[in-house]
Nanobody, 123 residues
Framework: QVQLVESGGGLVQAGGSLRLSCAAS????????MGWFRQAPGKERQFVATITWTSITYYADSMKGRFTISRDNAKNTVYLQMNSLKPEDTAVYYC?????????????????WGQGTQVTVSS
């Protein structure tokens, strides 16, 4: 089984930064496409960013220029660096994984999910 554990969430003022981490167990992490999604109360789960095992990245339009996804295969960890945070970024953030070389921007494309970490941005 693949297990994903997020960390790094918290409370931050608008304009601040946070770095989320997702630690993964599994022998084939380096060949997994990883993604970040977020979900606010009463809203559907929303795509944030993804990175393939070939290090191709893709972002939702509202995240471009502010968020950066990266991975460290030696540590079995994927990161989400979030800068210039806005109150509308407030949500529970989830990391997800799938076996495959291609990116996916839909939640149904991922097989494994973490428990989520809360990010709250105050005005």
């Amino acid at each position: 089984q693949v297990q994903l554990v997020e960390s790094g969430g918290g409370l931050v003022q608008a304009g601040g930064s946070l770095r989320l981490s997702c630690a993964a167990s599994g022998r084939t992490f380096s060949r997994y496409t990883m993604g970040w999604f977020r979900q606010a109360p009463g809203k559907e789960r929303q795509f944030v960013a993804t990175i393939t095992w070939t290090s191709i990245t893709y972002y939702a339009d509202s995240m471009k220029g502010r968020f950066t996804i990266s991975r460290d295969n030696a540590k079995n960890t994927v990161y989400l660096q979030m800068n210039s945070l806005k109150p509308e970024d407030t949500a529970v953030y989830y990391c997800a994984g799938r076996a495959g070389r291609d990116r996916s921007v839909v939640a149904g494309g991922y097989d494994y999910w973490g428990q989520g970490t809360q990010v709250t941005v105050s005005s």
